[in-house]
Protein backbone atom coordinates (compact mmCIF):
# COMPACT_ATOMS: atom_id res chain seq x y z
CA UNK A 1 0.00 0.00 0.00
CA UNK A 2 1.84 3.08 -0.99
CA UNK A 3 0.73 7.14 -0.44
CA UNK A 4 1.46 7.53 -3.99
CA UNK A 5 -1.35 6.22 -5.19
CA UNK A 6 -4.69 8.37 -5.18
CA UNK A 7 -6.88 6.40 -4.64
CA UNK A 8 -9.53 8.54 -6.96
CA UNK A 9 -7.21 7.55 -9.82
CA UNK A 10 -7.88 3.75 -11.58
CA UNK A 11 -5.03 2.20 -10.08
CA UNK A 12 -3.34 -1.92 -11.63
CA UNK A 13 -1.11 -2.67 -14.55
CA UNK A 14 -0.24 -5.71 -16.37
CA UNK A 15 1.66 -6.53 -18.50
CA UNK A 16 2.70 -9.31 -21.08
CA UNK A 17 5.73 -11.40 -22.84
CA UNK A 18 6.49 -13.10 -26.20
CA UNK A 19 8.51 -15.62 -27.71
CA UNK A 20 11.18 -14.02 -30.40
CA UNK A 21 10.64 -16.20 -33.18
CA UNK A 22 10.17 -13.93 -36.23
CA UNK A 23 7.96 -14.63 -39.06
CA UNK A 24 6.31 -12.80 -42.11
CA UNK A 25 3.44 -10.57 -41.64
CA UNK A 26 0.02 -11.52 -41.66
CA UNK A 27 -3.13 -9.85 -42.90
CA UNK A 28 -4.73 -10.73 -40.12
CA UNK A 29 -2.67 -8.25 -37.83
CA UNK A 30 -3.57 -5.25 -40.17
CA UNK A 31 -3.46 -2.21 -37.08
CA UNK A 32 -6.95 -0.99 -36.04
CA UNK A 33 -8.12 2.38 -37.28
CA UNK A 34 -4.99 4.50 -36.30
CA UNK A 35 -3.02 1.79 -34.17
CA UNK A 36 0.69 1.49 -35.41
CA UNK A 37 2.06 -2.05 -34.68
CA UNK A 38 5.42 -3.34 -34.62
CA UNK A 39 7.17 -6.39 -35.86
CA UNK A 40 5.24 -9.62 -35.75
CA UNK A 41 7.18 -12.62 -33.76
CA UNK A 42 5.60 -16.30 -32.34
CA UNK A 43 3.65 -15.87 -28.70
CA UNK A 44 2.64 -18.60 -26.30
CA UNK A 45 1.57 -19.18 -22.48
CA UNK A 46 4.41 -21.48 -22.35
CA UNK A 47 6.82 -19.32 -23.79
CA UNK A 48 5.68 -16.65 -21.33
CA UNK A 49 6.05 -18.75 -18.88
CA UNK A 50 9.48 -19.91 -19.74
CA UNK A 51 10.67 -16.51 -20.09
CA UNK A 52 9.47 -15.73 -16.47
CA UNK A 53 11.64 -18.68 -15.37
CA UNK A 54 14.95 -17.29 -17.52
CA UNK A 55 14.98 -14.16 -16.29
CA UNK A 56 14.00 -14.59 -12.85
CA UNK A 57 17.91 -16.22 -12.86
CA UNK A 58 19.18 -13.17 -13.83
CA UNK A 59 18.96 -9.32 -12.14
CA UNK A 60 16.50 -7.47 -12.45
CA UNK A 61 16.83 -4.46 -15.00
CA UNK A 62 13.83 -2.29 -14.42
CA UNK A 63 12.79 -0.37 -17.86
CA UNK A 64 11.52 3.26 -17.24
CA UNK A 65 9.89 5.45 -19.56
CA UNK A 66 12.63 8.09 -21.54
CA UNK A 67 12.19 12.07 -20.74
CA UNK A 68 11.78 11.67 -17.11
CA UNK A 69 12.03 15.37 -16.61
CA UNK A 70 8.44 16.06 -19.32
CA UNK A 71 6.59 13.16 -17.23
CA UNK A 72 7.71 14.25 -14.11
CA UNK A 73 5.47 17.81 -15.15
CA UNK A 74 2.68 15.69 -16.13
CA UNK A 75 0.98 15.75 -12.85
CA UNK A 76 -2.55 14.78 -11.54
CA UNK A 77 -4.35 17.39 -12.90
CA UNK A 78 -2.47 17.23 -16.31
CA UNK A 79 -2.40 13.59 -16.49
CA UNK A 80 -6.57 14.03 -16.24
CA UNK A 81 -6.50 16.12 -19.13
CA UNK A 82 -4.90 13.38 -21.80
CA UNK A 83 -7.65 11.56 -23.26
CA UNK A 84 -7.19 8.49 -25.50
CA UNK A 85 -9.22 8.91 -28.87
CA UNK A 86 -12.17 5.99 -28.82
CA UNK A 87 -11.51 5.67 -32.88
CA UNK A 88 -8.15 4.30 -32.58
CA UNK A 89 -9.09 1.74 -29.65
CA UNK A 90 -8.25 -2.04 -30.22
CA UNK A 91 -10.83 -3.71 -31.26
CA UNK A 92 -12.96 -0.71 -31.99
CA UNK A 93 -14.15 -2.39 -34.88
CA UNK A 94 -13.67 -5.80 -33.76
CA UNK A 95 -13.61 -8.85 -33.77
CA UNK A 96 -15.09 -8.89 -30.02
CA UNK A 97 -17.49 -6.72 -28.22
CA UNK A 98 -15.22 -4.44 -25.79
CA UNK A 99 -12.79 -2.54 -27.48
CA UNK A 100 -9.72 -1.92 -25.79
CA UNK A 101 -8.22 1.98 -25.05
CA UNK A 102 -4.56 2.83 -23.26
CA UNK A 103 -3.66 5.24 -19.90
CA UNK A 104 -0.79 8.06 -21.37
CA UNK A 105 2.51 7.86 -19.31
CA UNK A 106 2.99 10.49 -16.15
CA UNK A 107 4.27 11.68 -13.04
CA UNK A 108 2.78 8.98 -11.33
CA UNK A 109 3.24 6.00 -13.92
CA UNK A 110 6.87 5.68 -14.89
CA UNK A 111 7.55 2.36 -16.18
CA UNK A 112 7.39 1.51 -19.58
CA UNK A 113 4.33 -0.58 -20.35
CA UNK A 114 4.38 -2.72 -23.98
CA UNK A 115 1.05 -3.36 -25.50
CA UNK A 116 0.76 -6.74 -27.99
CA UNK A 117 -2.24 -7.53 -30.22
CA UNK A 118 -2.84 -10.94 -30.61
CA UNK A 119 -3.85 -13.35 -33.52
CA UNK A 120 -3.84 -16.49 -35.01
CA UNK A 121 -2.53 -16.90 -38.39
CA UNK A 122 -3.04 -21.01 -39.99
CA UNK A 123 0.70 -22.77 -41.22
CA UNK A 124 0.69 -25.50 -43.37
CA UNK A 125 1.55 -27.60 -40.76
CA UNK A 126 -0.46 -26.10 -37.19
CA UNK A 127 -1.44 -22.68 -36.06
CA UNK A 128 0.36 -20.68 -34.66
CA UNK A 129 -0.37 -17.35 -32.53
CA UNK A 130 0.66 -14.21 -33.80
CA UNK A 131 1.68 -11.17 -31.38
CA UNK A 132 2.53 -7.88 -32.33
CA UNK A 133 3.46 -4.38 -30.39
CA UNK A 134 1.51 -1.46 -30.45
CA UNK A 135 3.28 1.22 -30.81
CA UNK A 136 3.02 4.27 -28.74
CA UNK A 137 2.12 7.72 -30.50
CA UNK A 138 1.38 10.90 -29.13
CA UNK A 139 -1.71 11.42 -32.02
CA UNK A 140 -3.71 8.80 -30.24
CA UNK A 141 -4.28 11.03 -27.24
CA UNK A 142 -6.71 14.50 -26.82
CA UNK A 143 -4.72 17.33 -24.61
CA UNK A 144 -4.57 20.67 -24.13
CA UNK A 145 -2.40 22.94 -26.48
CA UNK A 146 -0.66 23.95 -23.55
CA UNK A 147 0.24 20.19 -21.84
CA UNK A 148 3.32 19.27 -21.03
CA UNK A 149 3.11 15.79 -22.49
CA UNK A 150 3.77 17.35 -26.20
CA UNK A 151 7.21 17.36 -25.10
CA UNK A 152 7.18 13.62 -24.61
CA UNK A 153 10.56 11.89 -26.87
CA UNK A 154 9.33 8.84 -29.94
CA UNK A 155 10.63 5.87 -27.67
CA UNK A 156 7.60 6.42 -24.94
CA UNK A 157 5.29 3.63 -23.95
CA UNK A 158 1.87 3.05 -22.19
CA UNK A 159 1.56 3.25 -18.90
CA UNK A 160 -2.05 0.96 -18.59
CA UNK A 161 -5.50 -0.13 -20.21
CA UNK A 162 -8.83 -0.25 -20.19
CA UNK A 163 -11.81 -2.35 -21.37
CA UNK A 164 -14.51 -0.37 -22.88
CA UNK A 165 -18.49 -1.50 -22.48
CA UNK A 166 -19.60 -3.66 -25.53
CA UNK A 167 -19.34 -1.81 -28.76
CA UNK A 168 -22.48 -4.13 -29.74
CA UNK A 169 -24.51 -3.49 -26.71
CA UNK A 170 -27.08 -0.47 -26.35
CA UNK A 171 -25.04 2.43 -27.03
CA UNK A 172 -28.05 4.95 -25.43
CA UNK A 173 -27.24 3.49 -22.49
CA UNK A 174 -24.09 2.43 -21.92
CA UNK A 175 -21.69 4.47 -24.48
CA UNK A 176 -18.62 2.19 -25.43
CA UNK A 177 -16.72 5.07 -26.50
CA UNK A 178 -17.05 6.60 -22.76
CA UNK A 179 -17.70 3.61 -20.34
CA UNK A 180 -15.21 1.11 -19.04
CA UNK A 181 -15.43 -1.75 -17.21
CA UNK A 182 -11.77 -2.73 -15.71
CA UNK A 183 -8.84 -0.83 -15.54
CA UNK A 184 -5.07 -1.26 -15.12
CA UNK A 185 -2.56 1.38 -14.16
CA UNK A 186 0.32 1.74 -11.92
CA UNK A 187 2.42 -1.17 -10.81
CA UNK A 188 0.91 -4.53 -10.46
CA UNK A 189 -2.78 -2.27 -9.54
CA UNK A 190 -6.08 -3.11 -11.62
CA UNK A 191 -10.04 -2.59 -10.78
CA UNK A 192 -12.97 -3.66 -12.01
CA UNK A 193 -16.77 -1.98 -11.46
CA UNK A 194 -19.39 -3.59 -10.00
CA UNK A 195 -22.84 -4.58 -10.07
CA UNK A 196 -23.72 -0.42 -9.09
CA UNK A 197 -21.32 0.41 -12.56
CA UNK A 198 -18.63 2.06 -9.67
CA UNK A 199 -14.69 1.39 -9.12
CA UNK A 200 -13.83 1.16 -6.01
CA UNK A 201 -11.15 -1.14 -4.55
CA UNK A 202 -8.05 -2.41 -6.10
CA UNK A 203 -6.37 -5.68 -6.88
CA UNK A 204 -2.51 -6.59 -7.44
CA UNK A 205 -0.98 -8.64 -8.90
CA UNK A 206 1.61 -9.95 -6.11
CA UNK A 207 2.50 -8.12 -2.63
CA UNK A 208 5.73 -8.11 -1.76
CA UNK A 209 6.93 -7.37 2.10
CA UNK A 210 3.70 -4.85 3.02
CA UNK A 211 4.32 -3.60 6.46
CA UNK A 212 7.27 -5.64 7.11
CA UNK A 213 9.69 -4.04 9.64
CA UNK A 214 13.05 -2.78 8.35
CA UNK A 215 12.23 -3.67 4.98
CA UNK A 216 10.37 -1.20 2.49
CA UNK A 217 7.61 -2.22 0.35
CA UNK A 218 8.14 -3.81 -3.25
CA UNK A 219 5.84 -2.58 -5.89
CA UNK A 220 6.68 -4.98 -8.93
CA UNK A 221 5.24 -4.22 -12.34
CA UNK A 222 3.79 -5.45 -15.25
CA UNK A 223 5.83 -4.71 -18.20
CA UNK A 224 3.83 -5.74 -21.28
CA UNK A 225 0.05 -7.01 -22.27
CA UNK A 226 -0.81 -9.21 -24.59
CA UNK A 227 -4.33 -8.81 -25.72
CA UNK A 228 -6.29 -12.32 -27.34
CA UNK A 229 -8.93 -11.68 -30.42
CA UNK A 230 -12.49 -12.68 -29.40
CA UNK A 231 -15.55 -13.79 -30.86
CA UNK A 232 -18.19 -11.18 -31.18
CA UNK A 233 -20.52 -13.38 -29.30
CA UNK A 234 -17.68 -13.85 -26.36
CA UNK A 235 -18.28 -11.88 -22.74
CA UNK A 236 -15.00 -12.35 -22.10
CA UNK A 237 -11.20 -10.75 -22.71
CA UNK A 238 -8.62 -13.05 -22.42
CA UNK A 239 -5.17 -10.88 -21.49
CA UNK A 240 -1.87 -12.48 -20.85
CA UNK A 241 0.90 -10.48 -18.49
CA UNK A 242 4.52 -10.57 -17.29
CA UNK A 243 5.47 -9.26 -14.19
CA UNK A 244 9.02 -8.28 -13.09
CA UNK A 245 10.12 -6.51 -9.90
CA UNK A 246 13.62 -6.61 -7.90
CA UNK A 247 12.58 -10.19 -5.65
CA UNK A 248 9.75 -11.71 -8.53
CA UNK A 249 9.44 -12.51 -11.72
CA UNK A 250 5.76 -14.03 -12.98
CA UNK A 251 3.51 -14.98 -16.24
CA UNK A 252 -0.16 -14.25 -15.42
CA UNK A 253 -3.36 -14.99 -17.96
CA UNK A 254 -6.64 -13.24 -17.01
CA UNK A 255 -10.02 -13.74 -18.54
CA UNK A 256 -12.28 -11.22 -17.93
CA UNK A 257 -15.51 -11.75 -17.99
CA UNK A 258 -18.26 -8.94 -18.16
CA UNK A 259 -21.75 -10.05 -16.53
CA UNK A 260 -23.62 -8.16 -13.75
CA UNK A 261 -20.32 -7.28 -12.37
CA UNK A 262 -17.30 -8.38 -13.68
CA UNK A 263 -15.53 -11.99 -12.94
CA UNK A 264 -11.93 -12.75 -13.62
CA UNK A 265 -10.36 -16.02 -13.49
CA UNK A 266 -6.36 -15.80 -12.55
CA UNK A 267 -4.07 -18.11 -13.44
CA UNK A 268 -0.12 -17.36 -12.32
CA UNK A 269 3.29 -18.62 -12.48
CA UNK A 270 5.60 -16.91 -10.21
CA UNK A 271 9.20 -17.32 -9.73
CA UNK A 272 11.84 -16.03 -6.34
CA UNK A 273 14.65 -14.11 -7.20
CA UNK A 274 15.08 -13.27 -3.52
CA UNK A 275 13.37 -14.35 0.10
CA UNK A 276 10.79 -12.43 1.29
CA UNK A 277 9.51 -11.86 4.60
CA UNK A 278 5.83 -11.47 3.38
CA UNK A 279 4.49 -12.82 0.35
CA UNK A 280 0.83 -11.31 -0.50
CA UNK A 281 -1.42 -13.72 -2.78
CA UNK A 282 -4.25 -12.56 -4.62
CA UNK A 283 -4.36 -8.88 -2.64
CA UNK A 284 -6.76 -6.17 -2.47
CA UNK A 285 -6.25 -2.67 -1.07
CA UNK A 286 -9.22 -0.68 -0.12
CA UNK A 287 -9.78 2.55 2.08
CA UNK A 288 -11.45 2.51 4.93
CA UNK A 289 -11.93 6.01 7.39
CA UNK A 290 -14.60 5.47 9.43
CA UNK A 291 -18.15 4.73 9.69
CA UNK A 292 -20.65 4.76 11.91
CA UNK A 293 -19.22 2.35 14.88
CA UNK A 294 -16.47 4.86 15.06
CA UNK A 295 -17.89 8.33 16.33
CA UNK A 296 -15.12 9.78 18.42
CA UNK A 297 -12.78 9.26 14.95
CA UNK A 298 -14.97 11.62 12.78
CA UNK A 299 -13.84 14.50 11.66
CA UNK A 300 -15.80 14.97 8.60
CA UNK A 301 -19.38 16.03 7.86
CA UNK A 302 -20.61 12.77 6.17
CA UNK A 303 -21.49 9.54 8.50
CA UNK A 304 -19.26 7.39 6.85
CA UNK A 305 -16.07 7.10 4.31
CA UNK A 306 -14.96 4.33 2.78
CA UNK A 307 -14.55 1.99 0.09
CA UNK A 308 -14.58 -1.26 1.78
CA UNK A 309 -16.56 -1.96 5.48
CA UNK A 310 -15.15 -5.41 6.58
CA UNK A 311 -13.51 -8.36 5.79
CA UNK A 312 -15.15 -11.56 5.00
CA UNK A 313 -13.64 -14.80 5.23
CA UNK A 314 -15.02 -19.13 4.18
CA UNK A 315 -13.08 -21.21 5.62
CA UNK A 316 -11.40 -24.61 5.17
CA UNK A 317 -13.32 -25.51 8.06
CA UNK A 318 -16.51 -24.38 6.77
CA UNK A 319 -16.61 -21.11 8.84
CA UNK A 320 -18.46 -17.58 7.90
CA UNK A 321 -16.38 -14.47 9.59
CA UNK A 322 -17.00 -10.97 9.12
CA UNK A 323 -14.16 -8.54 10.46
CA UNK A 324 -15.23 -5.29 10.31
CA UNK A 325 -12.68 -2.73 9.90
CA UNK A 326 -10.75 -0.16 11.92
CA UNK A 327 -8.72 2.88 11.39
CA UNK A 328 -6.59 2.20 14.33
CA UNK A 329 -3.75 4.70 15.77
CA UNK A 330 -1.16 2.78 14.22
CA UNK A 331 -0.09 0.04 11.74
CA UNK A 332 -1.78 -3.07 12.35
CA UNK A 333 -1.53 -6.44 11.07
CA UNK A 334 -4.47 -9.49 11.54
CA UNK A 335 -3.65 -12.97 10.66
CA UNK A 336 -6.51 -15.78 10.30
CA UNK A 337 -4.52 -19.00 10.35
CA UNK A 338 -6.53 -21.40 7.87
CA UNK A 339 -5.73 -24.70 5.32
CA UNK A 340 -7.46 -24.61 2.25
CA UNK A 341 -9.59 -21.30 2.91
CA UNK A 342 -12.51 -21.34 0.72
CA UNK A 343 -12.57 -17.30 0.21
CA UNK A 344 -12.02 -14.28 1.51
CA UNK A 345 -13.01 -10.54 0.16
CA UNK A 346 -12.78 -6.49 1.08
CA UNK A 347 -16.98 -5.84 0.83
CA UNK A 348 -18.96 -2.96 1.04
CA UNK A 349 -22.19 -4.22 3.09
CA UNK A 350 -23.75 -0.83 3.76
CA UNK A 351 -25.54 0.10 0.77
CA UNK A 352 -27.81 2.85 1.91
CA UNK A 353 -27.01 6.54 0.62
CA UNK A 354 -27.95 8.06 3.89
CA UNK A 355 -25.53 6.62 5.29
CA UNK A 356 -23.05 8.46 3.30
CA UNK A 357 -24.70 11.25 1.66
CA UNK A 358 -21.64 11.90 -0.38
CA UNK A 359 -22.07 12.44 -4.18
CA UNK A 360 -19.00 9.88 -5.20
CA UNK A 361 -21.67 7.07 -4.15
CA UNK A 362 -19.68 5.29 -1.45
CA UNK A 363 -22.95 2.90 -1.60
CA UNK A 364 -22.25 1.75 -5.19
CA UNK A 365 -19.09 0.46 -4.46
CA UNK A 366 -18.08 -2.96 -5.06
CA UNK A 367 -16.73 -5.79 -3.24
CA UNK A 368 -13.56 -7.88 -4.03
CA UNK A 369 -14.26 -11.78 -3.35
CA UNK A 370 -10.88 -14.08 -4.30
CA UNK A 371 -12.04 -17.82 -4.98
CA UNK A 372 -9.14 -19.77 -4.42
CA UNK A 373 -9.50 -22.88 -7.88
CA UNK A 374 -7.05 -25.01 -6.11
CA UNK A 375 -6.00 -25.97 -2.68
CA UNK A 376 -3.49 -23.03 -0.85
CA UNK A 377 -2.89 -25.22 2.32
CA UNK A 378 -1.83 -24.14 4.93
CA UNK A 379 -1.14 -19.94 5.86
CA UNK A 380 -3.53 -17.41 6.99
CA UNK A 381 -5.25 -14.14 5.03
CA UNK A 382 -3.65 -11.32 6.44
CA UNK A 383 -5.20 -7.89 7.18
CA UNK A 384 -3.33 -4.91 7.26
CA UNK A 385 -5.29 -1.86 8.33
CA UNK A 386 -3.07 1.56 8.66
CA UNK A 387 -3.97 4.93 10.21
CA UNK A 388 -5.60 7.83 7.58
CA UNK A 389 -7.08 11.65 8.45
CA UNK A 390 -7.88 11.37 4.57
CA UNK A 391 -9.76 9.77 1.80
CA UNK A 392 -7.55 9.70 -0.65
CA UNK A 393 -5.48 6.93 -0.23
CA UNK A 394 -5.81 2.93 0.63
CA UNK A 395 -4.94 1.78 4.33
CA UNK A 396 -6.64 -1.26 4.02
CA UNK A 397 -5.08 -4.81 2.35
CA UNK A 398 -5.84 -8.17 2.28
CA UNK A 399 -3.89 -11.07 1.22
CA UNK A 400 -3.33 -14.61 1.74
CA UNK A 401 0.02 -15.28 2.58
CA UNK A 402 1.21 -19.20 2.65
CA UNK A 403 3.00 -20.59 5.71
CA UNK A 404 6.06 -21.69 4.44
CA UNK A 405 9.14 -19.36 3.99
CA UNK A 406 9.36 -18.09 0.34
CA UNK A 407 13.12 -18.34 -0.76
CA UNK A 408 15.03 -17.48 -3.44
CA UNK A 409 14.37 -20.02 -6.52
CA UNK A 410 10.64 -21.13 -5.70
CA UNK A 411 7.87 -21.60 -8.30
CA UNK A 412 4.18 -20.81 -7.50
CA UNK A 413 1.68 -21.77 -9.65
CA UNK A 414 -1.52 -20.18 -8.13
CA UNK A 415 -5.23 -20.19 -10.16
CA UNK A 416 -7.79 -17.95 -8.65
CA UNK A 417 -11.11 -16.35 -9.02
CA UNK A 418 -12.08 -12.97 -9.03
CA UNK A 419 -15.51 -11.76 -7.99
CA UNK A 420 -16.38 -7.65 -8.27
CA UNK A 421 -19.95 -7.96 -6.68
CA UNK A 422 -22.07 -5.84 -4.63
CA UNK A 423 -22.50 -9.22 -1.90
CA UNK A 424 -20.30 -12.10 -1.18
CA UNK A 425 -21.22 -15.07 -4.85
CA UNK A 426 -22.27 -17.59 -2.41
CA UNK A 427 -25.57 -18.45 -0.77
CA UNK A 428 -25.69 -19.25 2.79
CA UNK A 429 -28.48 -20.29 5.31
CA UNK A 430 -26.74 -17.88 7.66
CA UNK A 431 -28.15 -14.42 8.90
CA UNK A 432 -24.67 -12.09 8.33
CA UNK A 433 -23.55 -9.50 10.23
CA UNK A 434 -24.71 -5.74 9.07
CA UNK A 435 -23.70 -3.48 11.31
CA UNK A 436 -21.84 -3.11 14.86
CA UNK A 437 -22.58 -0.09 16.98
CA UNK A 438 -20.00 0.68 19.99
CA UNK A 439 -20.54 3.25 22.95
CA UNK A 440 -20.75 3.46 26.79
CA UNK A 441 -21.67 0.53 28.93
CA UNK A 442 -24.24 0.44 31.67
CA UNK A 443 -27.67 1.80 31.57
CA UNK A 444 -28.49 5.29 31.46
CA UNK A 445 -27.98 7.34 35.05
CA UNK A 446 -25.58 4.45 35.49
CA UNK A 447 -22.69 4.91 33.67
CA UNK A 448 -19.29 2.91 34.82
CA UNK A 449 -15.91 4.27 33.89
CA UNK A 450 -13.75 2.23 31.23
CA UNK A 451 -17.03 -0.01 30.36
CA UNK A 452 -17.81 -0.22 26.78
CA UNK A 453 -21.38 -1.47 25.19
CA UNK A 454 -21.27 -2.99 22.00
CA UNK A 455 -24.65 -3.68 19.48
CA UNK A 456 -23.93 -6.14 16.85
CA UNK A 457 -26.86 -6.98 14.31
CA UNK A 458 -27.81 -9.90 11.66
CA UNK A 459 -30.40 -10.03 9.20
CA UNK A 460 -31.59 -12.87 7.19
CA UNK A 461 -31.17 -16.62 7.07
CA UNK A 462 -32.23 -19.22 9.35
CA UNK A 463 -33.19 -15.97 11.45
CA UNK A 464 -36.36 -15.50 9.02
CA UNK A 465 -37.42 -18.27 10.42
CA UNK A 466 -37.25 -18.65 14.12
CA UNK A 467 -40.32 -19.28 15.71
CA UNK A 468 -42.67 -16.95 17.56
CA UNK A 469 -41.31 -16.08 20.94
CA UNK A 470 -37.86 -17.94 20.36
CA UNK A 471 -34.86 -15.85 21.49
CA UNK A 472 -31.56 -17.02 20.36
CA UNK A 473 -28.42 -17.89 22.19
CA UNK A 474 -25.25 -15.35 22.16
CA UNK A 475 -22.04 -16.99 22.23
CA UNK A 476 -19.12 -14.03 22.77
CA UNK A 477 -16.09 -14.38 24.36
CA UNK A 478 -13.12 -11.86 24.45
CA UNK A 479 -9.60 -12.37 24.71
CA UNK A 480 -9.26 -9.86 28.22
CA UNK A 481 -11.52 -8.27 29.80
CA UNK A 482 -14.97 -9.16 31.59
CA UNK A 483 -17.94 -9.22 29.32
CA UNK A 484 -21.61 -8.57 30.98
CA UNK A 485 -25.12 -7.41 30.42
CA UNK A 486 -25.65 -10.55 27.69
CA UNK A 487 -28.92 -10.01 25.27
CA UNK A 488 -30.30 -10.59 22.32
CA UNK A 489 -33.48 -8.85 20.51
CA UNK A 490 -35.30 -8.39 17.28
CA UNK A 491 -34.99 -5.02 16.34
CA UNK A 492 -38.26 -2.89 16.70
CA UNK A 493 -38.09 -2.08 13.11
CA UNK A 494 -40.60 -4.63 11.60
CA UNK A 495 -37.90 -6.06 9.29
CA UNK A 496 -38.50 -10.27 9.51
CA UNK A 497 -35.24 -11.83 10.89
CA UNK A 498 -33.72 -8.33 11.94
CA UNK A 499 -32.28 -8.86 15.53
CA UNK A 500 -29.58 -7.43 17.49
CA UNK A 501 -27.34 -8.24 20.29
CA UNK A 502 -25.94 -6.25 23.34
CA UNK A 503 -22.57 -7.35 25.73
CA UNK A 504 -20.88 -4.83 27.82
CA UNK A 505 -16.98 -5.37 28.33
CA UNK A 506 -15.01 -4.34 30.95
CA UNK A 507 -12.23 -4.68 33.38
CA UNK A 508 -9.91 -3.84 30.58
CA UNK A 509 -6.96 -2.85 32.89
CA UNK A 510 -4.42 -0.03 31.92
CA UNK A 511 -2.69 -1.91 29.18
CA UNK A 512 -3.81 -0.63 25.59
CA UNK A 513 -3.52 -3.27 24.02
CA UNK A 514 -6.30 -4.66 21.60
CA UNK A 515 -8.95 -6.91 22.66
CA UNK A 516 -9.91 -9.62 20.06
CA UNK A 517 -13.80 -10.20 20.68
CA UNK A 518 -15.77 -12.95 19.10
CA UNK A 519 -19.86 -13.71 19.03
CA UNK A 520 -22.46 -15.89 17.15
CA UNK A 521 -25.99 -16.73 17.46
CA UNK A 522 -27.48 -20.07 17.86
CA UNK A 523 -30.46 -22.17 18.36
CA UNK A 524 -30.08 -25.25 20.41
CA UNK A 525 -26.71 -27.00 19.14
CA UNK A 526 -27.59 -24.73 15.68
CA UNK A 527 -25.29 -21.61 14.48
CA UNK A 528 -27.43 -19.53 13.07
CA UNK A 529 -25.14 -16.56 11.96
CA UNK A 530 -21.60 -15.87 10.42
CA UNK A 531 -19.19 -15.20 13.06
CA UNK A 532 -18.74 -11.42 13.98
CA UNK A 533 -14.91 -10.81 15.23
CA UNK A 534 -13.65 -7.80 16.23
CA UNK A 535 -10.69 -5.85 17.03
CA UNK A 536 -11.25 -3.36 19.57
CA UNK A 537 -9.02 -0.78 20.69
CA UNK A 538 -9.60 0.91 23.86
CA UNK A 539 -8.79 4.77 23.98
Keep these: MSPEFDRRKFLGLLATAAASVALPWSS ?18 DGLIEEARRLSKQPYQPEMQP ?10 EAHGKIHFKPDDALFAGGPGQYPVQFFHPGCFFQNAVRMYRLDSSLGEKQTHTLAREILFDKSYFEMPGDSPAHHLGPQAHFAGFRIQESRLGDQSRLDWQHNDWAAFLGASYFRAIGDEY ?26 RFYFESASDNSNAVIVYAFLDGPSITGAYRFVLTREKGVVMDVETNLFMRRDVSRFGIAPATSMYWFSGKDKTKQTDWRPEVHDSDGLALWTGANEHVWRPLNEPDGITVSAFADNNPRGFGLMQRERDFGEYLDAVHYERRPGLWVEPLDN ?5 VQLVEQPTDEELYDNVAAMWVPR ?16 WTAE ?9 CVATRIGRGGEPAKRPPGVHKFVVEFQGGTLDQLASGAIPEVVVSASRGKISRIAAEAVPDGILGHWRTFFDLGELGPTKEPVEIRLFLRSGELTITETWLYQFQPA
Design 28 to 45: AMAADSGLALGKTAVFSW
Design 67 to 76: NQDVLAQIDW
Design 198 to 223: QYGLSARGIAIDTVVFGKTEEFPAFT
Design 376 to 380: WGEGS
Design 404 to 419: EKVTAGSRYRLRYRLH
Design 424 to 432: EPFKTALAR
